[in-house]
């Protein structure tokens, strides 16, 4: 019986057609219609923000010098990274990247969670002279990051990020929702008319490159590499089932 019809099938274009198209549709909704609704399927996570305004210059220059050809930032479900680099990243975590810098490379090791891992002085130190840290480094020095950060257009720069999505603020009124998301630390680093003010207090504040007096590429460079990461408190997310031996 059911061969007869496989048969009848299998000789009728027509019908065949219409059965291919079918099947074919079915899979295609099945894959398409989740990215419609690609908002509630990130999931929110407690502790992420958008980048301030020193960080958000950090990470330009980080695409600016092609950081992302040798570096990912993408830790992947399997055990040996979750070993290596910590727990694996989260949807959320980037949710505020345009573009990703996720990488499809790893000459040197993944950069997800290297926020904390090293000094501000290693960092420098590391940049300018790989070798003078890792005798056995193959990256590339870049004592030119010690050169002044341009930084007139960061208002304009976080403006195109608002209009892709990212919750910058602009009016008091994005402001006040800012401050009921993220409490009024982080919404301060957030809010657009003060933008200059806040990458020079950070750059002052955090004193990344060793010389307060200037602001360098350097400060917002290592600000942001010093962020990867940290956003999310992760000893709420246990990674156990990835890093425990069974
Ligand atoms: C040609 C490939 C290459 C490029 C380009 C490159 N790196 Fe690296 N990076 C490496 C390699 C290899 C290592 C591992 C050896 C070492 O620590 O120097 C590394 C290590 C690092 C580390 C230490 C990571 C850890 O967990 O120990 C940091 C931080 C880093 N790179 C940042 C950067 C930044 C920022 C840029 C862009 C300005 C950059 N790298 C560009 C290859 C590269």
Redesign the pocket.
């Known amino acids: 019986m059911f061969n007869f019809k496989h048969e009848w099938v299998e000789t009728n274009v027509g019908v065949m057609l219409v059965l291919v198209m079918l099947a074919i549709s079915v899979g295609g909704l099945v894959e398409i219609t989740p990215l419609f609704f690609i908002k509630n399927t990130v999931e929110p996570v407690k502790g992420v923000y958008p980048y301030t305004p020193l960080e958000l210059r950090g990470r330009d220059?980080?695409q600016a010098?092609?950081?992302?050809?040798?570096?990912s930032q993408m830790i992947r479900p399997f055990r040996d990274e979750a070993l290596r680099?910590g727990h694996y990243s989260l949807a959320a975590e980037s949710q505020y990247d345009h573009p990703f810098l996720w990488g499809s490379e790893r000459?040197?090791?993944?950069?997800a969670r290297?926020g904390g891992?090293?000094s501000n002085e290693w960092?420098v130190q590391?940049?300018i002279s790989?070798?003078s840290?890792?005798p056995?480094?193959?990256?590339?020095a870049?004592p030119f990051?010690e050169q002044p950060l341009a930084y007139n257009d960061i208002e304009q720069r976080m403006e195109a990020l608002r209009d892709a999505g990212v919750p910058y603020a602009l009016t008091p009124a994005e402001n006040a929702r800012n401050i009921k998301q993220f409490g009024p630390k982080i919404a301060e680093e957030l809010y657009i008319p003060d933008a200059k003010k806040n990458l020079i207090a950070q750059a002052r504040a955090g004193d990344y490159d060793g010389h307060p007096g200037q602001i360098t590429q350097m400060d917002a460079?290592v600000a942001?590499?010093q962020v990867l990461g940290t956003m999310v408190d992760f000893s709420k997310y246990p990674n156990d089932q990835f890093v425990q031996d069974r």
Request: glycine share 6%; hydrophobic share 40%.
């Open positions: 220059i980080y010098n092609g950081c992302f050809y040798c570096h680099y000459q040197g090791p993944d950069l290297v891992k090293y960092m590391h940049l790989p070798r840290v890792v056995e480094s193959i990256m590339p870049f990051l460079l942001y590499l």
